[in-house]
């Protein structure tokens, strides 16, 4: 009853009678809100993160004019000038390292143009990415000497970690929690930052559980779920969570040659695989998935905020640093 509170409120819903309330009938049955919310969770989980996000970003925009307006005045200078003297004269040109490596980086999306090409945009690129991280550091420095306080809530769905191991202390200030599918092209490509965010946080400061999410278009993700639990079994989860992460062949043949390369009794691991042991585990992280208005893979959970799809490392960063920053406080 506690989690089904916990989401009603978070989601802006009034338990008790709202939830009870009828919305339509149809012959001699009565259709209620609480049906309704239940069968659109997913969406509503959605709506409700899009709307903090973007009250979170009208609010940091207007603490920052009210910092920037502060010690302007404080200086006897205009804002404008402000900006100049602390934002834009410190920012320096992108290296020609810089430039390079976003290059390399986007070859794939580039296609055929040059470097030559495309460095405009690229030190384009470059120099707003500085010019905000020089702003954000300017903002937290005024913060500083002009107390901020924010009590605006992130939205928080309770997900339990669920059956597979968790990696990391159990007492880390903050737990993530993935509904992920081994066969999603978009959770192959969210799993090198994830594992960045565990190696910059370690494990004193996050701990990282992973739960299956197979999308029912991926046929190989299910068997790959299968077998990641019988890998458990044995010990070997998270060596032959990485193989399953990383490869294009998700055939039995190849699951049983993968489990044998992290060491797994072979045998064990084939009987293991062949009896579906894991089945009711995978059907139960599905319905917690869904419950917690999970549609899609890859989708986290970050102390309960619900960060959805392949995000980059810094929007990672930014969740996680505001849970440890609140615990702190």
Known sequence: MRKALVILTVLGFVPGWAAAEPLATVGKQTIDRAQVEQAVKSQLVAVETERYEAIKSGLDQLIAESLFAQEAAARGVTVEQLQQTEIIAKVKQPTDAEIQKVYDDNKEQLGDATLDQVKPQIVQYLTRQAMQAQHQAFVEELKKKYPTKVTLKPPVVEVSLGSTPAKGNPKAPVTIIEFSDYQCPFCKKAEPTVQEVLKVYGPDKVRFAYRNFPLPMHTDARPAAEAAGCAAEQGKFWEYHEKLMAAKDLSPANLSTMATEVG?????????????????????????????????????????????GAQPFEKFKEVIDEELAAQKS
Not at 272 to 289: L, R, S, T
């Open 264 to 308: 797994m009794d072979k045998k064990k691991f084939d009987d293991c695989y062949a009896a579906e042991k894991f089945k009711d585990d995978i059907e139960k992280d599905v319905k917690a998935g869904e419950e917690a208005g999970v549609n899609g893979t890859p989708a986290f959970f970050i102390n309960g905020r619900m960060l959805d």
